[in-house]
């Protein structure tokens, strides 16, 4: 059986859509930040700050090709995965890739208690960076299967609209 794969920007959903599809599914859940804090002992932001993005971006890397060796799992990466060409090849080989989406206003509320943990947003005017980084990341976004707007919906609404894209994917 193959995976479900919930990728997109920071604050679209992926997280908590993630564990309640898996919920919904009886399948395994796995959260690839979470992961990754639990297998280095230390926090997302502090990987940022002591070894910076290059070093979290191979350990993110390493657990894309170990979420992606994984069948039947519900698996929600974080907002940057789709970026490297080669987590996009493994993770499209190994399941159902479902873009999540949300306004850039949408995203800021969302984001906007816990801008501290996200190193990206962190600094300068949060709006201008969500804005840009979102510009510059929709094309890799597109590359999902599906794609679903969060924006306005609750996570029932978002699971449910995800279930029916899927089913509608098979021959
Ligand atoms: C990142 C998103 C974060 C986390 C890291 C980098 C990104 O995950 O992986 O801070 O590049 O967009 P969430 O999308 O779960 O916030």
Do not use: W
């Amino acid at each position: 059986m193959g995976n479900i794969i919930l990728v997109g920007f920071m604050g679209t959903g992926k997280s908590a859509v993630g564990k309640m599809l898996a919920r919904k599914l009886n399948r395994p859940f796995v959260d690839l930040d979470r992961q990754i804090e639990k297998e280095t002992g230390r926090t997302v932001q502090q990987i940022f700050e002591r070894d910076g993005e290059p070093a979290f971006r191979r350990l993110e890397a390493k657990g894309v090709r170990e979420a992606a060796a994984r069948k039947g799992h519900v698996i929600a990466t974080g907002g940057g995965v789709m970026c490297g060409e080669e987590n996009v090849q493994a993770l499209k080989s190994s399941g159902v890739l479902v873009c999540l989406t949300a306004s850039a206003d949408t995203i800021l509320e969302r984001t906007s208690a816990s801008l501290v943990s996200r190193p990206l947003l962190a600094g300068g005017d949060p709006k201008e960076r969500i804005t840009e980084l979102l510009a510059l990341r929709t094309p890799y976004y597109a590359r999902a299967d599906i794609t679903i707007d969060t924006t306005g919906r609750t996570l029932q609404e978002v699971s449910e609209e995800i279930l029916c894209k899927i089913e509608k994917l098979k021959p």
